[in-house]
């Protein structure tokens, strides 16, 4: 275990919050990210904010279109309700490229094992007697696996996140657009043979598929897609909030639900109108739905950080089974 925490010096000085750069080691190179702490707290409610899958940055970006800084906007939030947040660069991406030389090279346990790490060090930095881990869409997942294990664990937020093995959510998120007809058998199968810890011959694959099973990915995919978010939920011994937009187009209401029945004593916050990246759907149709993705002045939808607050505090939060 890597236990050294080193401060790169204030980002930031507000009467409201203090951000600052800290980074701790990695395999290769360090693994960096924001922790932001309410001024003057002493000992504050401290998270650990888990970015979803793919290329998305510590606030909640991503090279392939979505500009919601979701995370950025939940810490500021989240700091003004006393509640200190560390939001991370992945292993091998942005701030944390240099950790490892191949960041597809990483699986679900990788991420795990250094959101422990990341929950020691912010433990020490923030003064915490524990740590609470917010995952959202795939961080989610990183969350539940992370909470098999972890010492010194507050609970769980899981946002948008799946309740059912991811290669059945891939599955649903392909034959959602009827465009991808044709391409449905040669998916499932690929999906089905990765879910078996089997890898994927791309040689012939349809070219709109290929990216999807990418050899290099395939370790990763294998590490993910067997799992099971309910099983995981189930057996994690912590309080859980579960947090949903009913609009989100990437993650459905039922898994929420399924996740919710799995860990009965959890909190299910059901949101109307609200997206996968946690804001406001002002109209209909995939086209307003995807346009939250892309404007990060659009503030988060009221209810999330409230929903989170109360719960990391003990207050009963509003939810809609």
Known sequence: MHKHLLALGLLMMSAISVAEEIEIAGPQGPLKGTLLVP????????????????????????????????????????????????????RGMFGSNTAIADA??????????????????????????????IGHSEGGLVALQTAQSMPNLCGLVLM????????????????AN??????????????????AGERVDVTGMNPALAPLFNPALQDY????????????????????????????IQVSVEDARRLHAAAPGSTLV????????????????????????GNPDLKLADGVVSAIS????????TSKP
């Not at 950025?72 to 200190?84: H, K, P, T, Y």
């Not at 948008?160 to 034959?175: F, H, N």
């Not at 009827?178 to 879910?195: H, M, Q, R, V, Y």
């Not at 995919?221 to 937009?245: F, N, R």
């Open 104 to 133: 597809n090279a990483v699986t679900l346990q990788d991420y795990a094992a250094d959101v422990s790490q990341w929950a020691e060090a912010a433990r020490a930095k923030a003064g915490a007697d524990c740590v609470w881990l």
């Open 178 to 195: 009827p465009a991808n007809g044709f391409l449905l058998a040669e998916a499932d199968a690929a999906i089905d043979k990765l879910s």
């Open 160 to 175: 948008a996140a799946a309740g059912r093995p991811l290669g059945q959510v891939i599955k649903d998120q392909l034959a």
């Open 310 to 317: 109360d719960f990391m505090s003990g207050r009963k939060s």
């Open 221 to 248: 995919l294998m590490s993910v897609l067997s799992v099971d978010p309910a099983e995981l939920a189930a057996t994690a011994d912590v309080p859980i909030l579960v947090l949903q937009g009913e609009a989100d």
């Open 270 to 293: 059901l949101l109307p109108a609200v997206t996968h990246v946690l804001k406001r759907v002002e109209g209909e149709g995939r086209a307003a739905n995807m346009a939250t993705y």
């Open 39 to 90: 001024a003057d707290a002493q000992r504050p409610p401290t998270a650990i904010i888990i970015p979803g899958s793919g290329p998305t940055d510590r606030d909640g970006n991503n090279p392939l279109g979505v500009r919601a800084s979701t995370y950025r906007l939940m810490a500021e939030a989240l700091a003004d309700n006393g509640i200190a947040t560390l939001r991370i660069d992945k």
